[in-house]
């Protein structure tokens, strides 16, 4: 790997593509290529063939997915299991076809059973039944892992899965409608300290009962991991990638609120779902080959903060048909 390495990034301009591109221009990589989604449909498996026949890249990162909280996947699993399972097969079977040795397949820790052991290790795969909130975004990544595993054992090339835990961060989705909880709750709590009624800041409503546990992984951690991975030969198939630590939702709403200046009351919608009770990723395996996150949560929350503060005016709510 050197920095003239051709190094094709799919959905660069997201959350995690566009972090992993800064971190990769940082480093002295100077052959990035990326396409928006108006320049190559990836769930058009035509048109992603011509583009790797007609661009020959070395290294192949996948950044690219149909993402969502729990509304999300609920109102659309269709999209969220074929979508992904296009996009994903699509660049992994071009891949292939070309000659890639290198690829790197981003995943979700919500590829584990619901009720597995905590921490979450590799292992759990397969082992019991999914969360059903998120089951269809689940699917369409597990076939995504088993690929690049069944390419590793028939052919011998170097595809990798990382399965990063929640992430957050600059360039995040912060619409209500289709957002993971904690961008959201960045959102709700700031709007709240706009409005006032007699003096007091607005309620804020926040889902479930509080209670579940979860792990948080600053997406500038998450894009060193890739680095890390590309730059060396771990030697398996599927690592986790998180800090290793978890908090209530009840505390990381706390913890936003008082970041954000939020003094109002917090209500609990418990006629929402909560969702897994806990996933706390299991991270030692990719500690044992060198990589370990590097930010607090406070501090990745407030950074996230001022990068929603200073680009607020950019957001338009989505709509999935």
């Not at 591109?21 to 002295?28: D, F, H, I, P, T």
């Not at 706009?194 to 600053?218: A, C, D, I």
Request: a neutral charge; hydrophobic letters at 35%.
């Amino acid at each position: 790997m050197n920095s003239k390495t051709k190094i094709y990034i799919a959905g660069h301009r997201g959350m995690v593509g566009s972090a992993i591109w800064r971190a990769l221009e940082s480093k002295g990589y100077s052959n990035l290529l990326g396409k928006t989604s108006q320049e190559l449909d990836l769930r058009n498996q035509a048109a992603v063939q011509e583009f790797f026949e007609r661009e020959k890249p070395d290294v192949v990162i996948d950044a690219a997915a149909r993402v969502g909280g729990i509304l999300a996947n609920n109102n659309y699993p269709y999209q969220f299991l074929m979508e992904n399972m296009q996009i994903q097969n699509n660049l992994i079977d071009s891949s292939l076809k070309a000659d890639v040795q290198k690829f790197i397949f981003l995943g979700s820790s919500c590829i584990y059973p619901k009720l597995a052991p905590q921490p979450l290790k590799e292992d759990y795969l397969l082992t019991g039944p999914l969360e059903p909130t998120n089951e269809w975004y689940a699917v369409a990544k597990i076939t995504g892992v088993k690929a690049c595993e069944a390419i590793r054992k028939q052919f011998g090339k170097d595809y990798i899965s990382l399965m990063p835990t929640n992430l957050y961060g600059p360039y995040d989705n912060f619409d209500l409608n289709t957002s993971h909880v904690l961008p959201a709750m960045i959102r709700k709590f700031h709007e709240s300290c706009q409005s006032t009624v007699n003096g007091q800041q607005s309620t804020v409503t926040l889902w479930g009962s509080g209670t579940p546990m979860r792990e948080f992984l600053y997406v500038e951690d998450l894009a060193e991991a890739v680095i890390f991975a590309l730059e060396n030969n771990l030697g398996d198939n599927l690592y986790n990638v998180g800090t290793g630590e978890d908090l209530s939702i009840k505390e990381l709403a706390n913890f936003i609120q008082k970041i954000v200046g939020h003094t109002g009351e917090i209500l609990w919608d418990s006629s929402k779902p909560d969702g897994t009770p806990r996933k706390l990723m299991d991270v030692s395996k990719m500690e044992k080959a060198g990589w370990k996150a590097q930010t607090s949560l406070e501090k990745g929350i407030r950074k996230t903060y001022q990068w929603f503060l200073e680009h607020q005016g950019d957001f338009k709510e989505i709509k999935i048909k």
